[in-house]
Nanobody, 125 residues
Framework: VQLQASGGGLVQAGGSLRLSCAAS????????MGWFRQGPGKEREFVAG????????DYVDSVKDQFTISRDNAKNTVYLQMNSLKPEDTAVYFC???????????????????WGQGTQVTVSS
């Protein structure tokens, strides 16, 4: 499985961005996809997850009313719509996928088997 993340960029505070993560290869084996972010000098943290079937979504509390994760079955692509962006949202955003979690999104990076290359999101004040 290969993951290709895109959509990052520079945006002013209060603006929006939509990240995309396109999956290819044996995508039928996947059970969950997640978005993580890693800010400067910080550890990689879970942001949002979605079942590969699209049956459920999960968010870290800090982004629940701000970010929306979704997927397009036909395109094997997962999106992260980010609204009302703040400077503290500045980070490299990574998408990840796993084959073994069917009922929840693992929060620890090591629980994900596949990773995209990351896309930089910079929010200016």
């Amino acid at each position: 499985v290969q993951l290709q993340a895109s959509g990052g960029g520079l945006v002013q505070a209060g603006g929006s961005l939509r990240l995309s993560c396109a999956a290819s290869g044996r995508t039928s084996s996947l059970s969950v996809m997640g978005w993580f972010r890693q800010g400067p000098g910080k550890e990689r943290e879970f942001v949002a997850g979605i079942s590969w079937s699209g049956g459920w979504v999960d968010y870290v509390d800090s982004v629940k009313d701000q970010f929306t994760i979704s997927r397009d079955n036909a395109k094997n692509t997962v999106y992260l719509q980010m609204n009302s962006l703040k400077p503290e949202d500045t980070a490299v955003y990574f998408c990840a996928a796993d084959r073994n979690s069917y009922y929840y999104s693992p929060r620890a990076p090591h629980e994900y088997e596949y990773w995209g290359q990351g896309t930089q999101v910079t929010v200016s004040s």
